[in-house]
Nanobody, 124 residues
Framework: QVQLVESGGGLVQAGGSLRLSCAAS????????MGWFRQAPGKEREFVAA????????YYADSVKGRFTISRDNAKNTAFLQMNSLKPEDMAVYYC?????????????????WGQGTQVTVSS
């Protein structure tokens, strides 16, 4: 069992930056692929980024490529999402997720554990 807790959300102006954190419980953090998703009101949950078990590989949605960076610190059981050049369309609740499978990363069904989410609000 893995418990995930996101933090770092908040209100930021367009063009600004935020850094989200996802703290995981347990001793097996390095056994999980970590992903970030987001969900805006009235929309489906959307894949944002994922990082492999040791952080050697990353994968991004086209909408955030070049602006967002996913990373992880396995010694601290924490994953991060650095978000730069934020746009109003980035506004959503952001969720981190943990899964065992590096295949089919954009699909929420690949992930076994989810955090409760953190709100990101971008003002124009």
């Amino acid at each position: 069992q893995v418990q995930l807790v996101e933090s770092g959300g908040g209100l930021v102006q367009a063009g600004g930056s935020l850094r989200l954190s996802c703290a995981a419980s347990g001793r097996t953090f390095g056994s999980y692929v970590m992903g970030w998703f987001r969900q805006a009101p009235g929309k489906e949950r959307e894949f944002v980024a994922a990082i492999s078990f040791r952080g050697g590989s990353t994968y991004y949605a086209d909408s955030v490529k070049g602006r967002f960076t996913i990373s992880r610190d396995n010694a601290k059981n924490t994953a991060f999402l650095q978000m730069n050049s934020l746009k109003p369309e980035d506004m959503a609740v952001y969720y981190c997720a943990a899964g065992r499978n590096w295949n089919s990363l954009p699909s929420p069904s690949v992930y076994d554990y989810w955090g409760q989410g953190t709100q990101v609000t971008v003002s124009s």
